[in-house]
């Protein structure tokens, strides 16, 4: 009995085969994937706590720069403020990028690039919709 005329060899091969070539995942499909999980999620894009985080930091850096007096005051954002404001950085973020992705198509691309956004920018502070 030679090695080629045993089942379980054969087998083990084949299937090691098929295996490796119909479980690699391709970036491409990976990333439409999350862009379809995304589209179907009726809540907001990014968590709440992370973005809570970044807006207190940021009142925190507008108040030492403009800060007269030695004071510190503790500033408290009420949930419905902060929401607000977390849809229309969202709806500001995607309004830009389907701006991005027009200015992509115009290029004859599919992929967008940081000059697409500085392209966008330019034109948004040249007509004034910033």
Not at 83 to 103: G, I, K, R, S, Y
Request: proline share 3%.
């Amino acid at each position: 009995m030679n090695r080629h005329s045993n089942p379980k060899v054969v087998a083990r091969k084949s299937s090691s085969l098929h295996s490796s070539g119909s479980q690699r995942i391709h970036k491409k499909s990976l990333a439409m994937k999350e862009i379809y999980a995304m589209q179907k999620y009726p809540g907001p894009l990014f968590r709440r706590l992370p973005f809570a985080r970044i807006v207190k930091y940021e009142i925190e850096e507008i108040q030492q720069r403009s800060r007269t007096v030695a004071e510190h005051i503790d500033y408290r954002i009420q949930f419905d403020a902060l929401d607000a404001l977390q849809q229309a950085a969202e709806a500001f973020l995607v309004d830009l990028f389907a701006m991005c992705q027009l200015t992509a198509e115009h290029s004859k691309r599919v992929t967008i690039m940081d000059r697409d956004l500085l392209l966008v920018l330019r034109i948004r502070k040249l007509f004034g919709l910033q």
